[in-house]
């Protein structure tokens, strides 16, 4: 995406409709909305905007023969820029801005310092101030040259994080810039702020915010003492974190197979799978090699996970893990937001956890993550392990634990994100809706997902089932030379990594997520997507088959 830097004296054209800059100003501030490129201001200007727009709507007035005082002008300068200002960005002065007193002009020089914030050539500084065009032939642009371009090219982001920055900038400075005052960055007031706001909008009685969705799976297990010998089921279609941390305890995964339309863990299966490791009868479900030395598996938890958003069948999981005194440790990374028959992520197991990595639907921008629960005394234990298993101090350690904090900054951030996450998943849910209805009607040979009565996604993801593995590779061809991002999650299930080769599971014996990993495809999906843009990707699946 192109940034464009708007200049005090672009800013005063369009605002006082100075001739005869005025249509020039106004046709560049429309061909960088038309071209979806980003406009800012620099707050380092507030001052002098105010002052040379002022100053120049007393001097048109005179022209006209009439009269404006200071204090009108004023007063209209700061309507019109009001008006002006709420389509545009800010761009905050930082600190090394203001050491420019030695430069010939410190605001300038302002101006190009804050260009080292943006990535090489993607920025320009539209002005008409030929000292500027002259000195930063690369940097600066006039008008005249701006509105000659060829239209900027538009690259379809799979998921849009620069909209969303757009809408929340202010906020994310002001958090950001709290914490870097306070100084606080380990545990701050920003975390627990986070941690309360979160057990507020989930309904949950705790939640402990660590460093990542992966930590926040790990430390359940280890709370629960799971380790060699124990069984934990859950699927083999999703991504490593969620099997990879049984294997971290020690623990033995048994993979449980798909329910072909929701892609996640079929209930029915989980109780086969369950009497199968019960009873030592791999007759009844595939089960793993056991480790050396074990000559049974104990069944200890289950790990359903909201694949692409949508939650498991959590009533059926639950009564068969009171069946057998199992724990359910939901993996709802993707799913945070996300409703099950009207209650909502992070209280549907005995634990939850999530992930705050930049793409799931509350993201950070860095690793994070939140354990959510109702049960006291687990909480107060995965205080401890968050922190080296500390107890009363931290130099007072009564277990092993882990260093698995949540960042201050990234609960800042959090924070601004979360202020508007409700807006962007009823924003999501309609570009679902919209896609779901285009798919139907355009292109019968492509599936789109199914969501049941009951269940509310949160759409991390919007995946379709292609009729054959070939087809769906017609499709990705077809949205790549159309410039459409699409992803494919999950290409090889994880009966069939390679680190997880010692359990000899076959391909075969999990058919459904088999089939799935090779048809299923991701497509663009963020509460940012225009319906021109989601028609356009529709079009695309109908023409490639």
Request: charged share 10%; net charge positive.
């Given at each position: 995406m192109m940034h464009i830097l708007f200049d005090v004296n672009i800013i005063v054209d369009i605002c006082a409709r100075r001739k005869p800059f005025f249509q020039l100003a106004c046709d560049s501030l429309e061909k960088c909305f038309a071209d979806g490129c980003s406009p800012w201001i620099y707050t380092g200007s507030v001052q002098t905007l105010e002052f040379t727009l002022a100053s120049e709507l007393v001097r048109l007035k005179e022209l006209d023969g009439c009269s404006l005082t200071r204090s009108m002008s004023l007063q209209i300068a700061r309507k019109l820029l009001a008006i002006f200002c709420s389509?545009?960005?800010?761009?905050?002065?930082?600190?090394?801005e203001g050491d420019v007193f030695d430069t010939d002009d410190p605001e300038d020089e302002q101006l190009i310092r804050a260009f080292d914030r943006f990535p090489a050539g993607e920025i320009k500084l539209l002005t008409r101030d030929h000292r500027l065009l002259n000195s930063y032939p690369d940097k600066a642009i006039s008008p005249e040259q701006y509105c000659q371009l060829p239209p900027e090219e538009c690259k379809l982001p799979f998921i849009d994080l620069n909209a969303q920055q757009d809408r929340i900038r202010p906020e994310l400075e002001k958090n950001m810039h709290r914490v870097l005052h306070h100084g606080r960055y380990i545990l701050g007031s920003e975390v627990q702020e986070l941690e309360r706001r979160l057990c507020e909008y989930t309904g949950a009685k705790h939640c402990i915010g660590v460093s990542s969705g992966t930590d926040a799976l790990l430390m359940p297990l280890m709370a629960w003492d799971i380790g060699p010998g124990d069984a934990v089921f859950t699927t083999p279609f999703t991504f490593i974190a969620t099997a990879e941390v049984i294997r971290l305890i020690g623990a033995t995964p048994v993979f449980v197979d798909i329910d072909p339309q929701t892609f996640n863990i079929d209930p029915k299966k989980l109780e086969l799978a369950i009497r199968a490791v019960h009873d030592n009868a791999p007759e009844i479900y595939p089960l793993p090699r056991k480790p050396e030395g074990i000559s049974r598996l104990v069944p200890k938890t289950i790990i359903p996970v909201d694949l692409f958003g949508l939650p498991a069948d959590y009533d059926p999981i639950t009564s068969i893990a009171e069946d057998y005194g199992l724990k359910v440790l939901a993996d709802s990374a993707q799913g945070f937001g996300s409703q099950y028959k009207g209650r909502k992520s992070g209280t549907l197991g005995h634990a939850t956890a999530t992930s705050f990595f930049p793409a799931k639907?509350?993201?950070?921008y860095g690793d994070g993550g939140a354990i959510f629960t109702d049960d006291d005394e687990l909480a107060e234990t995965l205080e401890s392990i968050r922190v080296h298993g500390k107890g009363k101090d931290k130099y007072d350690n009564v277990r092993i634990g882990l260093n698995a904090r949540l960042d201050t900054l990234q609960a800042a951030v959090l924070l601004a994100k979360l202020d508007i996450f409700d807006k962007e998943l009823e924003a999501k849910k309609e570009v679902a809706e919209q896609y779901t209805g285009l798919v139907a009607d355009?292109?019968?040979?492509?599936?789109?997902?199914y969501i049941p009565q009951g269940f509310t996604s949160a759409w991390a993801q919007y995946s379709v089932l292609a009729e054959t593995g070939k087809q769906r590779g017609d499709i990705q061809a077809a949205l790549r030379k159309a410039g459409v991002p699409s992803m494919v999650y999950y290409p090889k299930p994880l009966h069939?990594?390679?680190?997880?080769g010692q359990l000899g599971y076959l391909p075969e014996d999990m058919p459904v997520a088999m089939d799935t990993a090779r048809r299923i495809l991701s497509l663009p999906m963020h509460a940012y997507l225009q319906d021109e843009q989601i028609v356009a990707i529709v079009e695309t699946l109908r023409q490639s088959h």
């Open positions: 389509k545009m960005n800010w761009l905050a002065a930082l600190a090394n639907p509350l993201g950070a355009k292109t019968a040979r492509i599936s789109p997902p069939m990594q390679t680190a997880f």
